[in-house]
């Protein structure tokens, strides 16, 4: 070969040189090969725990089962509150690029108001990255349908169900069996984290609230094996969860209903108790909401424009309404001069024109039917002429001569200012005042003249329905106590408090003697105008049971001195209360109901036929019971 | 400099050897031994590896079958045939690579495949661990063994420009295997130990400026990240966290083949390609690793041996330029994946699922095979 670019081999010389360099190689190559198996003794053999910790953290992942909620019930087994099953759209936060486009492609798939497009964007931005945000709640069969068409187009767009609470019931039972919310960051400060974990709502109003422990149930735990992406391969153990109690309610729903209709579109409220057991047979408070819509949380305005409106539907004005007792305070005041002697049932005031004035004041105290003319006097006056035709007069002079502490310490003892439920949610114990609640609060000492007020039920004292119903309830017992309570019963017993011991410093005749004229304010009738029960007229003319009650009309501003009330003249927020409370039937009392209607009028012609229509349908069910 | 490998010696060997080329098929049994155990040990792995897909498997075996092939072919040419043709293949391999530069393919972020219709696609730089040893061979062939100043220049711009290229891609792994692959070639030539001294300070010297002048800012914002994994928690540092639980969690004896959790359950990425290793890490432990590593450098002392028999000086360069470079993938692979090297994307060879690699080691093999048994060539 004689082109250069032909092969022309060189013989291979191993010279010491490269038979050096050669088994240098060697020796660098089985060095480097030594690293490498030293780095692998000290990931296999040295470390080998902390890795095969971590592969197995990595592979196993523990996921919470949240309970399904505990039921509610009312006592007829009605179903006040159920766990329902819902499709829902929802989108894992991560898989989100570009919310706009995302948004249109829901809009492809069904309607999306602006309202829920708002809510669903507050929701996105606060969640977590891996969280399935929910963008629409409640599919129906149609919209499924039309998201399974179109499910390849739009695939971070997922369908997931979830367990929702549902109240059958709606705005009827809302102010007793409150509802669920979706647990908010602050929630989860006050929470057990560990038994929440997993849990979506939380009970925060009325017996969902107050129940919320036995209601919750305890969560289940899930070994899972999962891959790189999180997705669950496979199921290594199961812990189920455990599903919170079912509860019985001693409501009646449907006697709810009609408390409900009785008071029609007026603000006000209800509440009837069973006076054997304490178990609240009714609460309405007026107006309402429905509880749903708190529990999706999806119309986030909504909270904010219920709790805007004037005439506060959110408020439970059965448990938290604070109203003057009015005349309604009047039998127990009797029950107090009694319990410290300084009446009886023979002692008489004159009353010729239906005014009092205090020894050595000028201001004049009328009665509630006082009339610019003069006349209006009721002559004279025993306690039972007192308490059934409502005598301003007979309890100023009774109020001239018994001080407020006396007073104060005696209506304590039925519940005046005091909350003394044993299962309600933030029942407020409203305002019974004495002489140093009056100091404490206004700086001043009680005036005699306040007295004057204090007798009649107006001034300080105020009360809710609630407590009104439980003074109904402690007459109807002849003094005996039962504190309110809603809970029938549970799947385990809860412990509920004591009762209180009987209102002190009444004798029995005593009791029978006051329900007797409790009674002729319902039917003492056809003796002349004041010869008659005040509520007769209203209620009593027709009525086929014997049933005892007392009105009360409170007045929300004071009116001058030589003016006379004309309700036609007053703005509609000014005018008075109206309030009612009465049991039936007298001898063998079986509910006790109470009532106010705010800015209603007259107790015995706007709350008596409430109470009345309220107790005429319990005892029809008790007669159509007993039948069967 | 090179006289130690030989130069043109006045006596003749070729009496030693006697024999006509093509009157028998030559290769070295040992070699093909221990490759075949390689490769036994390989599919075993990717079987599990590749999630007990038997598909996945067939294709892989026909890719090796093609690769021993190749190599049974490789070996049987004379060595002439590639003297002759060792700036053919270098040129065609570099027009491959600007092929690859203008419509690479991009995969992850560096463009390193090569989709020609009918063809299936392949990765170019692959070719290198052949044609740069056969290329760097033919020179010093031809240069006599004496290398001049000049030639040293030579030197550096026919390894430089593929391994630019290559770098470029980017594909830092196989530029680094390539750049010690041609020194550790030098080295073993004989070259003295000051043109290294030298070259060092030359890097020494254009490092910063190319850090600095050539290099765009996502070059250096890519090789800072090599070094810092924590710099990309989900990516590299992400795999290297993974591939060293899975072998740590291996133990000594593995948790059993097809019961690796790492790379079933997906945390283990690439686990059928450039981290295989961790996937017999964890399945089959210390023990497996230790056995395939010393299987490595089995093979890497029989080739060295090969190549130390060689009969003339063209095959002894080719030889060992060969052998360290498949050595120097070995290493880069298994440091990589043992969080001792940055992640930089390189298939372990003869067990990493793919063509690419298997094929071209093998034909690598049968080149070495042939310039280094192939003795008929002294006679001219």
Not at chain 1, 41 to 55: C, S
Not at chain 1, 238 to 259: F, K, M, N, S, Y
Not at chain 1, 312 to 338: D, E, H, V
């Amino acid at each position: 070969m004689s082109t250069k670019r032909a092969y022309d081999p060189v013989p291979l010389t191993l010279s010491k040189t490269i038979v050096y360099r050669a088994s240098a190689a060697a020796v660098v190559a089985s060095l480097l090969i030594f690293l490498l198996v030293a780095r692998l003794y000290q990931l296999q053999i040295v470390e080998h725990e902390r890795y095969a910790t971590q592969a197995l953290e990595n592979r196993l992942t523990t996921q919470t089962i949240p309970p399904p909620r505990g039921l509610i019930y009312d006592r007829n087994g009605n179903n006040l509150a159920s766990n329902r099953i819902v499709p829902s759209l929802a989108v894992i936060k991560e898989n989100v690029d570009n919310i706009d486009t995302l948004v249109a492609n829901v809009r492809a798939l069904v309607e999306f108001s602006a309202a829920e497009e708002s809510s669903f964007r507050k929701r996105l931005k606060n969640a977590q990255g891996d969280e399935k945000v929910i963008i629409k709640r409640h599919l129906n069969e149609e919209q499924l349908a039309i998201e399974a068409v179109n499910r390849h187009r739009f695939g971070n767009i997922l369908v997931i169900t979830e367990i929702l609470r549902e109240y059958p019931y709606k705005a009827l039972a809302s102010h007793v069996v409150g509802s669920v919310r979706q647990i908010t960051i602050e929630d989860l400060r006050q929470l057990d984290t560990v038994r929440y974990r997993g849990s979506k709502f939380v009970g925060r109003r009325g017996v969902e609230n107050y129940y919320e422990d036995i209601l919750h149930g305890e969560i289940g735990l899930r070994q899972v094996e999962v891959n790189a992406s999180g997705r669950v391969m496979s199921e290594i153990s199961v812990d189920p969860a455990t599903r919170g109690q079912t509860i019985t309610l001693h409501l009646d729903i449907e006697l709810q209903r009609v408390a409900d209709e009785a008071l029609g579109d007026r603000r006000g409220a209800v509440v009837a108790i069973d006076p054997k057991s304490g178990g609240i047979l009714a609460l309405v408070s007026k107006p309402s909401y429905d509880p749903n819509v708190f529990v999706t949380g999806l119309e986030g305005n909504e909270y904010d424009r219920l709790s805007a409106r004037a005439d506060a539907p959110l408020f439970n004005r059965a448990t938290q309404g604070k109203y003057p007792p009015g005349s309604t305070i009047k039998p127990l005041l009797g029950m107090a001069g009694l319990a410290a002697g300084v009446i009886d049932w023979e002692l008489e005031f004159d009353d010729p024109r239906g005014e009092f004035q205090l020894p050595g004041s000028d201001y004049v105290y009328r009665d509630w039917n006082w009339r610019k003319s003069g006349i209006g006097g009721q002559g004279h006056v025993d306690l039972f002429r007192a308490i059934y035709r409502s005598s301003n007069i007979y309890f100023f002079h009774l109020g001239a001569v018994l001080d407020i502490d006396t007073f104060a310490s005696f209506l304590g003892q039925w519940g005046y200012g005091r909350n003394t439920t044993l299962d309600i949610l933030d029942a407020d114990p409203g305002i019974l005042p004495n002489n140093t609640w009056k100091k404490n609060s206004t700086g001043e000492w009680w005036y005699p003249g306040d007295n004057m007020n204090f007798v009649i039920g107006q001034g300080f004292t105020l009360v809710t329905p609630l407590q009104l119903a439980t003074v109904a309830t402690i007459f109807a017992n002849r003094g005996k106590w039962v504190r309110p309570r809603l809970l029938l019963s549970s799947e385990q017993p809860v412990e509920l408090d004591q009762d209180f011991p009987p209102v002190q410093g009444v004798f029995g005749h005593e009791w029978e003697r006051m329900i007797e004229a409790l009674t002729a304010v319902v039917h003492r009738g056809h003796k002349g105008y004041l010869q008659n029960g005040l509520a007769w007229a209203h209620i009593g003319m027709d009525i086929s049971y014997q049933m005892a009650g007392k009105s009360g009309t409170a007045q929300v501003v004071a009116i001058p001195q030589g003016e006379e009330y004309d309700e036609e003249l007053l703005p509609e927020d000014k005018r008075k209360h109206a309030l009612f409370f009465g049991f039936a039937p007298v001898h063998d009392p079986v509910i006790a109901v109470a009532t106010v209607v705010e800015n209603g009028g007259g107790g015995s012609e706007f709350a008596a036929p409430v109470v009345r229509q309220v107790i005429d349908s319990y005892l029809a069910d008790i007669v159509a019971n007993t039948d069967d | 400099m090179t006289e130690s490998l030989g130069g043109r010696s006045t006596r003749a060997h070729h009496h030693f050897f006697s024999g006509s080329y093509g009157q028998t098929i030559k290769f070295d049994i040992v070699l093909i031994i221990l490759t075949l155990l390689l490769l036994g040990f390989g599919l075993v792995v990717l079987y599990s590896a590749l999630g007990q897909s038997w598909s996945g498997l067939l294709n892989q075996a026909i890719r090796l079958c093609l690769g021993l092939g190749c190599l049974m072919l490789a070996s049987q040419l004379r060595v002439s045939t590639y003297y002759r043709w060792a700036p053919t293949v270098y040129a065609g391999t570099i027009m491959l690579l600007f092929a690859v530069a203008v419509f690479g393919v991009s995969n992850k972020g560096s463009q390193r495949w090569l989709d020609l219709p009918g063809l299936p696609s392949f990765q170019p730089s692959e070719f290198l661990k052949i044609s740069l040893p056969l290329i760097v061979g033919w020179y010093i062939t031809t240069r006599n063994f004496k290398l001049k100043f000049f030639d040293y220049l030579a030197l550096i711009l026919i390894v430089g420009l593929p391994t630019g290229l290559v770098f470029l891609q980017p594909d830092y792994g196989t530029a680094l295997i390539l750049l010690i692959g041609v020194a550790s070639m030098l080295f073993l030539c004989g070259v003295r130990l000051r043109w290294f001294a030298g070259g060092l300070v030359l890097v020494a010297i254009s490092a910063p400026i190319i850090w600095n002048f050539v290099f765009r800012d996502y070059h250096r914002s890519r090789i800072i990240t090599l070094f810092n994994p924590e710099r990309d928690p989900l990516n590299a540092g992400w795999n290297i966290i993974q591939s060293k639980t899975a072998v740590g969690s291996g133990g000594l004896t593995g948790k059993g083949l097809f019961e690796g959790t790492q790379s079933h359950l997906d945390f283990l990425p690439e686990g059928h390609t450039d981290f295989i290793i961790a996937v017999i890490g964890e399945e089959l432990g210390f023990v497996w690793c230790v056995a395939l590593l010393c299987c490595y450098l089995l093979i890497f002392a029989r080739l060295m041996y090969l190549s130390t028999t060689a009969t003339n000086g063209f095959g002894y360069v080719v030889g060992t330029g060969i052998t360290v470079i498949f050595f120097g993938y070995v290493l880069v692979n298994v440091a990589m994946v043992l969080g001792l090297l940055p992640v930089v994307g390189l298939p372990l060879p003869l067990v990493s699922y793919g063509g690419s690699s298997a094929i071209t080691t093998m034909a690598a093999f049968g080149v070495a095979l042939a310039v280094c048994t192939h003795k008929q060539d002294l006679e001219k």
